[in-house]
């Protein structure tokens, strides 16, 4: 007998499954009302783009390009297109093309959508994943970095999340400082690549020094701490950037730790860089940030400044069910109907229909099945009441409403229905129609 294949879905990617997206629905309304509230809009751009748009601001030589870009040939064109590994670079192509930068400035823009990055499938990133950001653009002063460090600071803590992280802050300066404390960095590691792994060697032999910093064996972490650090080689206007950016964020009482070390690899960044991260040992990165000005001029548009944070809703959902942290479900169901013989059938289904209209969570008229299966199935489903109509009670013009715990049983007339149900969740805000606005 020839064995069933067993579809599964692609390695590196997962299923959200309906109690999943009890948490994506929460925290996406929470970060959706905490943007509107900054005076943020939202953007969407592709899930693709020109591939030489990711190499131009991420650089050809970055473990981004190199090792985890999905690309692909257009089938009826010449060009090479890739799948978003982030967020920021299309929103900023976006911002050049659509010449939003002739607006008032700066644009503060919040994005939500997937991305997707070629990770070892025993990585603990997904190679399909999901994405929160916020970006502001046009402007490059301290307070600008504060407040999106706040904005980020307040949507963990809405979440619940704020206690189980740490923030950690860095600057790596503008170009100048960031080009001495490379060669600094180069000077440093010369003559120590047996100390090194194979991955971090390969760095060292493509000229890759900030790559260094991110130590992956316990030699390497002896390394990095005794490395140069950026902050010894910042100019006058970088330090009093860093200075300024830290008393307003010490004007909203935040807590937090200034970490030489954290550095971010690719070019375009400068000046604030800014982690959130798990307090538990591993320390996983929850949600990052900083400054890119020299982002926008690499693109080929104007030279103005931009700073943004970004964080992995899947990690983010993570951390919150470690911490056991609850979730409204809203999709809870109240009321199941239950029908038996043709005439009960045609009588539940507008039954069914106007309950819902009315703000009630109802299903039933599924199947054909004996009554009893009904009410089986209406205990799997865990709702409260069941509302019981055969061919018999039609006729008089009654159902029968049972309390599933107790299994009581009430009858009623079917013109009764709404104001009886009405009465028995009478502490429960329904979801009613009339608060949907459809614009005509």
């Known amino acids: 007998m020839t064995k069933k294949t067993i579809y599964k879905a692609p390695i590196g990617t997962q299923d959200i499954l309906p109690n999943d997206h009890d948490y994506f629905t929460y925290v996406k309304k929470i970060i959706r009302y905490r943007f509107r509230q900054a005076g943020f809009r939202r953007i969407s751009t592709p899930v693709f783009e020109e591939t030489n748009t990711f190499h131009n ?18 089938p009826r064109g010449k060009e090479s297109l890739s799948l978003r590994p982030e967020l920021t670079t299309g929103i900023v192509r976006s911002f ?3 010449e939003l930068y002739k607006g008032p400035l700066p644009v503060e823009l919040y994005s939500l959508g997937r991305c997707f990055r070629f990770e070892r499938p025993q990585s603990r990133t997904k190679r399909e994943f999901w994405q929160f950001g916020a970006e502001i653009l046009g402007e490059s002063d301290p307070a600008i970095d504060a407040q999106l460090i706040y904005l980020a600071y307040r949507i963990l803590s809405d979440l619940g999340l704020s206690e189980h992280c740490e923030l950690k802050i ?15 960095l180069a000077n440093f590691y010369s003559g120590k690549e047996r100390s090194l792994s194979l991955r971090l060697r390969e760095k060292l032999e493509q000229g890759d020094y900030l790559a260094l910093l991110n130590p992956t064996t316990e030699n390497e972490e002896i390394l990095a701490k005794m490395a140069p650090k950026i902050t010894d080689f910042l100019s006058p206007d970088s330090k009093e950037f860093l200075n300024q950016t830290l008393s307003y964020l010490n004007t909203f009482g935040i ?7 954290l550095i971010r690899p690719i070019d375009y960044y400068s000046h604030t860089t800014f982690e959130f991260r798990e307090k538990a040992a591993h320390r996983n990165k929850i949600l990052v940030g900083g400054r890119y000005d020299g982002l926008m001029k690499k693109m080929n548009g104007e030279d103005l400044g931009g700073c943004g944070f970004a964080a992995g809703l899947e990690r983010v959902i993570a951390l919150m069910k470690a911490h056991e942290i609850p979730v409204p479900k809203k999709d809870t169901l109240q009321i199941y109907v239950a029908a038996t013989g043709v005439l009960a059938k045609k009588e539940a289904l507008p039954i069914l229909v106007k309950l819902r209209e009315h703000g009630f969570h109802a299903v039933g008229v599924l199947g054909k099945t004996r009554m009893e299966d009904q009410l089986a199935r209406a205990t799997k489903f865990n709702v409260p009441y069941s509302l019981v109509m055969g061919d018999v009670e039609i006729r008089k013009g009654e159902v029968i409403v049972r309390e599933m715990k107790r299994g009581r049983s009430t009858t009623i007339k079917i013109e009764d229905i709404i104001p009886h149900m009405e009465k028995l ?3 429960v805000q329904l979801d009613n129609t009339n608060k949907i606005v459809v614009n005509r």
Request: avoid cysteine; proline fraction near 4%.
């Open 255 to 261: 807590e937090y730790t200034i970490d030489p070390g």
């Open 170 to 184: 860095n600057t790596i300066g503008n170009p100048e400082d960031r080009q001495k404390f490379i060669d600094a």
């Open 425 to 427: 969740f009478k502490d």
């Open 96 to 98: 050049i093309e659509q």
């Open 57 to 74: 601001a991420l650089g050809v030589d970055t473990d981004i390009i190199k090792r985890e870009l999905y690309s692909f040939d257009d």
